[in-house]
């Protein structure tokens, strides 16, 4: 079995199916989260505005982390810092300049509603497209692929030698039953607190995600990988925080979200 194609030649143009899947996962989650932002009574005449510089100030920040964790070959290749489309984005670093941006935006744009409430309407979006992305996105990515593998799940990929775990594949379906959990939760009431669908995504992601760096991929000595697992760790840890905090009667607000869906 051939690898999977990292992208499409017509004629002179070529399209690089990792980026191309990124972006459909990108739209995806921007529709959906619209969906809740409209269903949650909250302004959507600014959302276009917020979308954007998620995107950009995410894909900024992964790209940053990418680059600064694996310096020793981008110091001598100055010319592909910004080839995003071959692949490397650091999703942490993504997530650490986004995180502060949005709440600074929130704030801007909708400074009567709690950042707890807030952040319950956005993050089962945020999920949903980040398991779809995966599934679109590293899957077709150049080296996307883990462990070498005789099992008969094992998948071929550009740039790896043998049979590998498909990693893209694996985290895809763990992003998309946590984004079903959370709706679950939503559906029959237990997360009528503000904060705690936003703490269950944070702890359950966090710590699926350090598993799957030290499980599935194993480059336990790169710096990119270590990076991973304890920014995984910090984000479950303060996931708990916030359920801890949502747990206090000042905490107990009706939900923000008329539908789970």
Do not use: C
């Amino acid at each position: 079995m051939s690898p999977f194609p990292t992208a499409l030649h017509l004629g002179p143009l070529t399209f690089h199916l990792y980026g191309f899947g990124l972006a459909i996962a990108a739209y995806v989650s921007y529709a959906y989260m619209r969906r809740r932002f409209t269903r949650a009574g909250l302004g959507v005449e600014p959302f276009a505005r917020f979308a954007g510089w998620l995107v950009v100030s995410g894909l900024l920040g992964a790209r940053i982390a990418h680059v600064a964790t694996n310096w020793s070959y981008y110091q001598s290749h100055p010319a592909r810092w910004l080839a995003i489309w071959q692949g490397g984005l650091a999703s942490f670093g993504g997530i650490a300049l986004a995180l502060p941006v949005g709440l600074f935006l929130a704030r801007r744009y909708w400074p009567t509603t709690s950042l707890a409430r807030f952040a319950d309407v956005v993050v089962p979006a945020l999920v949903a497209g980040w398991a779809l992305g995966r599934v679109l996105g590293p899957q077709f990515m150049y080296q996307g692929g883990g462990h070498l593998t005789h099992q008969w799940f094992g998948l071929r990929y550009a740039g790896q030698i043998g049979k590998r775990v498909p990693v893209p594949l694996i985290q895809g379906a763990e992003d998309a039953l946590l984004w079903l959990g959370l709706l679950w939760a939503q559906r029959r009431g237990l997360a009528r607190r503000a904060g705690v669908i936003t703490g269950v995504a944070m702890t359950v992601w966090g710590l699926v995600r350090a598993l799957d760096e030290r499980l599935l991929l194993g480059q336990h000595s790169h710096s990119g990988s270590l990076g991973v697992q304890g920014a995984a760790l910090v984000m479950a840890l303060a996931g708990v925080v916030l359920l801890a905090r949502s747990r206090r009667p000042s905490a107990r607000e009706p939900s923000a979200i008329e539908s789970p869906s």
